[in-house]
């Protein structure tokens, strides 16, 4: 059996320690060792911690973000309430398992910072699905489908904090939460309704 490439393992590997012992705790040097190849090998591939999670994030999570490109430049042929509901079941997906890697962050308010600067020094952050999602409702906006005088950022900051919170209160809940894909259909129904022509 032929061995994964190099950067495939590290990937695997980060993703792996990112969600056991927390972004915080997962240094270089483990993931490298976990992934089976050097801390020099993996910085070939990979300029820092913060860029191999934005590419574990990217790689390896639910595909939030190019569905919502995707649908800013050509919302399709779906209407407005599918397209919502499939954002809210990825995105769902997305923060659930994206909140249990980053959340070792919020106990380091240092190491909080020193992550946010590296993210805008990459170009990307927490806000670029916000970003996306009001990107998409101006174009269903720009083509009647929604109400002229939308918020659309607000409804796109709506939509995306109900499924964050979801994740970030989940295990909280009653033994038997909503099954994802009637929460992403009542969200999406519920948020449309305010926003509807």
């Known amino acids: 059996m032929q061995q994964k490439p190099t950067r495939a393992r590290i990937l695997d590997a ?8 927390g972004l915080a705790r997962a240094t270089t040097k483990e993931i490298a060792k976990s992934a089976g190849c ?16 934005v590419s574990v994030l990217q790689e390896r999570l639910p595909k939030l973000g190019p569905l919502l490109h995707r649908l800013a430049e050509d919302p399709g042929e779906r209407g407005v309430e599918e397209n919502l509901t499939e954002i809210a079941r990825l995105a769902t997906g997305f923060y659930a398992e994206s909140f249990p890697i ?7 308010p240092k190491l909080k910072r020193r992550h946010e600067d590296a993210l805008r020094e990459l170009g990307t952050g927490p806000h670029m699905p916000i970003e996306a999602l009001d990107a998409y409702l ?8 929604i109400a002229a005088d939308a918020d659309t950022f607000a409804a796109a900051s709506l939509l995306l904090g109900a499924c964050a919170q979801r994740a970030f209160a989940y295990d909280a809940v009653a033994a038997e939460p909503q099954p994802v894909e009637e929460f992403a259909a009542a969200l ?6 305010g926003i509807s022509r």
């Open 138 to 145: 101006r174009a269903e906006r720009a083509a009647g489908r």
């Open 188 to 193: 999406a129904r519920t948020l449309l309704a």
């Open 102 to 108: 980053a959340a070792s962050l919020y106990a380091e």
């Open 38 to 53: 050097s801390e020099a090998a993996l910085y070939k591939h990979f300029a820092g911690k913060e860029e191999l999670f």
């Open 14 to 21: 980060a993703h792996e320690l990112m969600l056991t012992i």
